[in-house]
T-cell receptor, first 110, second 111 residues
Framework: LAKTTQPISMDSYEGQEVNITCSHNNIATNDYITWYQQFPSQGPRFIIQGYKTKVTNEVASLFIPADRKSSTLSLPRVSLSDTAVYYCLVGDIGDDKIIFGKGTRLHILP | DTAVSQTPKYLVTQMGNDKSIKCEQNLGHDTMYWYKQDSKKFLKIMFSYNNKELIINETVPNRFSPKSPDKAHLNLHINSLELGDSAVYFC??????????FGPGTRLTVT
């Protein structure tokens, strides 16, 4: 299972775009990149998943360079309610042994 | 219309007791999971289970055992509780090869 490295914490302001980068140097060919969001006192919530290039949904975008050794979660125009911990996971899709790292604690300021 | 529910939300008990946490999902998912999130917020998978296979994280003590009375339920039984078992326990479920949906968590405090 590929290990991931993310910043421990980030601060940003309302209305700005936030980019959180995750490093996964030993990603395997079959591995997908998945991001989850966790609010205090709640379970993690799936945000987005991708394999290469760019994926976009109603919540976020995921940018994956050609070598796939890193990925960037982009949150457009954040609000105070986006304050949460964001986890980057790398593994075979449907892997029952996915590992959550330490995550990135994002704090949005007014 | 709760997707994944857990009961109880809070559980306070003494060392040595046996307790259970219930989990139910109404999503029709095939696989269910249990996770432990400790005080440092590390989220670790404990079990994954579908109707064919139970996969156990080898670091989980055998005092912990999942029980699935049917496809929609995966309960967590814990025997001889220890102080170190204090944590938040999350249940989750998924379809094959798809993302997981998590429950609200159960905060277990062992005194």
């Amino acid at each position: 299972l590929a290990k991931t490295t993310q910043p421990i914490s980030m601060d940003s302001y309302e209305g700005q775009e936030v980019n959180i980068t995750c490093s996964h140097n030993n990603i395997a060919t079959n591995d997908y990149i998945t991001w989850y969001q966790q609010f205090p006192s709640q379970g993690p919530r799936f945000i987005i998943q991708g394999y290469k290039t760019k994926v976009t949904n109603e919540v976020a975008s995921l940018f994956i360079p050609a070598d796939r050794k890193s990925s960037t979660l982009s949150l457009p125009r954040v609000s105070l309610s986006d304050t949460a911990v964001y986890y980057c996971l790398v593994g075979d899709i449907g892997d029952d042994k996915i590992i959550f790292g330490k995550g990135t604690r994002l704090h949005i300021l007014p | 219309d709760t997707a994944v529910s857990q009961t109880p939300k809070y559980l306070v008990t003494q060392m040595g007791n046996d307790k259970s946490i219930k989990c139910e999902q109404n999503l029709g998912h095939d696989t269910m999971y249990w996770y432990k999130q400790d005080s440092k917020k590390f989220l670790k998978i404990m079990f994954s289970y579908n109707n064919k296979e139970l996969i156990i994280n080898e670091t989980v003590p055998n005092r912990f055992s999942p029980k699935s009375p049917d496809k929609a339920h995966l309960n967590l039984h814990i025997n001889s509780l220890e102080l170190g078992d204090s944590a938040v326990y999350f249940c989750a479920s998924s379809l094959p090869l798809r993302e997981q949906y998590f429950g609200p968590g159960t905060r277990l405090t062992v005194t």
